[in-house]
């Protein structure tokens, strides 16, 4: 049986391309492991950080209510060029 050129071309190319994919698949992954060796969860929460540094905090009931018209106030004064300005004088 004789082999035609044009499938043994095919072939040769199709495991050339295989092999290509391989290797750029096993290239990423080690370079994308040894990015993210040394990366680890953190040891404390950060979300409890905030809510610990928070002023507005009631010791009692865990959590403060600010009045609409309060922050209407505030965001009225800073869209209109007062900034922090009026915020400081709160």
Do not use: C, H
Request: proline share 3%; net charge negative.
């Amino acid at each position: 049986m004789k082999l035609n050129s044009t499938l043994g071309l095919t072939l040769m190319l199709l495991i050339m391309m295989l092999g290509a994919g391989s290797a750029s698949a096993w290239w990423g992954y080690t370079l994308g492991y040894q990015a993210l060796k040394s990366v680890t969860q953190p040891d404390v929460n950060p979300a409890k950080q905030l809510a610990s540094s928070q002023v507005n905090s009631d010791p009692e009931n865990g959590l403060s209510f600010v009045k609409e018209e309060e922050i209407l106030m505030r965001v009225n004064g800073y869209i209109q060029g007062a900034g922090e300005k009026q915020l400081e004088n709160k």
